[in-house]
T-cell receptor, first 114, second 113 residues
Framework: AQSVAQPEDQVNVAEGNPLTVKCTYS??????LFWYVQYPNRGLQFLLK??????LVKGSYGFEAEFNKSQTSFHLKKPSALVSDSALYFC????????????FGTGTRLQVFP | DSGVTQTPKHLITATGQRVTLRCSPR?????VYWYQQSLDQGLQFLIQ???????AKGNILERFSAQQFPDLHSELNLSSLELGDSALYFC????????????FGNGTRLTVT
């Protein structure tokens, strides 16, 4: 079965520092991976996706993600964090064996301190 | 703005009652997905419709049902409500296919008292 894991419940980083939010995946076949962000009292917003091609994927709001097949990881990164990046981040994998629904990780809360 | 509209935003009801949550997908999107978000269960997939037909079922209770209408809007019906049904219910839509991301509405917060 397809699954993703987010090993950190919370990540704290100072404003201006680089940030990384970790995600590992377990899939049969080629992975279709996504990152979403959720701000308080809002729905999930799509940040970026990896389907195939370059291992470094660029997305919205200056975020990027690095796909690593050997480590089965898809970590979300940003070179310089902003206080406004503080939110809940979800990694997701497409369940291509069953349907095209997304299976989400448990989420990582990012806190950026001024 | 994702283009996905969910109503109502908040719903407070008593145990044993029945409620209906409504979702209007983005223009042109044929797939509608329902998810439940709770503190202890995270984001759980409930059910998916594609162009009016049920496509996949997830962890949806028998007390819950959904449908997608010819105009592509969808409704999620929750009946015999229990305290544990209190959660955020999200609707998402996509054009369909492996490459297309899901676009989420802002959710309906259901509180069962």
């Amino acid at each position: 079965a397809q699954s993703v894991a987010q090993p950190e419940d919370q990540v704290n980083v100072a404003e201006g520092n680089p940030l990384t939010v970790k995600c590992t995946y377990s899939v049969s076949g080629n992975p279709y991976l996504f990152w979403y962000v959720q701000y308080p009292n809002r729905g999930l917003q799509f940040l970026l996706k990896y389907i195939t091609g370059d291992n470094l994927v660029k997305g919205s709001y200056g975020f990027e993600a690095e796909f690593n097949k050997s480590q089965t990881s898809f970590h979300l990164k940003k070179p310089s964090a902003l206080v406004s990046d503080s939110a809940l981040y979800f990694c997701a994998v497409r369940d291509i064996q069953n349907t095209d629904k997304l299976i989400f990780g448990t989420g990582t809360r990012l806190q950026v301190f001024p | 703005d994702s283009g996905v509209t969910q109503t109502p935003k908040h719903l407070i009801t008593a145990t044993g009652q029945r409620v209906t949550l409504r979702c209007s997908p983005r223009s042109g999107d044929l797939s509608v997905y329902w998810y439940q978000q709770s503190l202890d269960q995270g984001l759980q997939f409930l059910i998916q419709y594609y162009n009016g037909e049920e496509r996949a079922k997830g962890n949806i209770l028998e007390r819950f049902s959904a449908q997608q209408f010819p105009d592509l809007h969808s409704e999620l019906n929750l009946s015999s409500l229990e305290l544990g049904d209190s959660a955020l219910y999200f609707c998402a839509s996509s054009v369909g296919g492996d490459n297309s991301p899901l676009h989420f509405g802002n959710g309906t917060r259901l509180t069962v008292t």
